[in-house]
């Protein structure tokens, strides 16, 4: 009976294995998000491409597991706020942004794993607003400042790792396709300008499991 009595004790006392990513678990993870373009653009009145600098913000991200390898995840974040510019003048406008995007992901692990490596692809809704020339842009003529919102793929690569049953450690890093237009005026001249911004977007935070 003792003895019986002491396993039973040392039996209580062992940590439970964290159980990850099951079908049905719904988990939230949120964490800083830097946006880093990577693209160029066409000529912009002869003085090069337009340089698009990083910027980083709160990013979220919802998953639902449809099966233990199979996940839907949602990617928000609060607004991006890009400085715009040309290497000739300097910055010439703040440009923000919003970059909703879902993504179907392949869990790799079991679900009894600590570690969960996936992989996703996905598409990308990016809306653009509040595009503003600053005084720099004013003082060369330009106004009227617009840039065309864009669909396109995206693809990620992302690890978790389990700390308890509900809570996590996550890594991810994301790669959209954002192709789009800058539309200007120069004096009494309007102009159209193809813009790749095509950014990694980088992804460190924590997650919870409901």
Do not use: C
Not at 177 to 196: L, M, P, Q, W, Y
């Amino acid at each position: 009976m003792k003895l019986r009595a002491l396993a039973l004790a040392v039996v209580t006392l062992l940590p439970v294995a964290a159980s990850a990513h099951e079908a049905g678990d719904f988990f939230m993870r949120a964490g800083s998000a830097t946006v880093r373009p990577t693209g160029g653009s066409d000529n912009v009145l002869g003085l090069g491409e337009f340089h698009v600098n990083n910027n980083t913000q709160l990013g979220l991200t919802f998953t639902y597991m449809a099966t233990d390898h199979i996940g839907i995840e949602l990617l928000g974040a609060t607004p991006f706020r890009h400085k715009v510019g040309l290497r000739a003048t300097g910055n010439l406008a703040t440009v923000h942004q919003l970059p909703p995007t879902l993504m179907a992901q392949w869990y790799f692990m079991g679900n009894t794993s600590k570690w969960q490596p996936y992989a996703g692809v996905g598409v990308n809704y990016t809306m653009f607003y509040n595009t503003d020339f600053n005084q720099t842009g004013q003082d060369l003529g330009l106004s009227n400042l617009s840039v065309k919102n864009t669909w396109g793929v995206a693809g990620q690569v992302g690890l978790d790792y389990q700390l308890t049953p509900d809570w996590m450690l996550n890594a991810s890093l994301w790669y959209i396709d954002i192709n789009t237009k800058v539309r200007f005026s120069a004096g009494e001249d309007r102009h159209s300008i193809d813009t790749h911004v095509n950014p990694f977007v980088f992804f460190f935070g924590a997650g919870y499991r409901f």
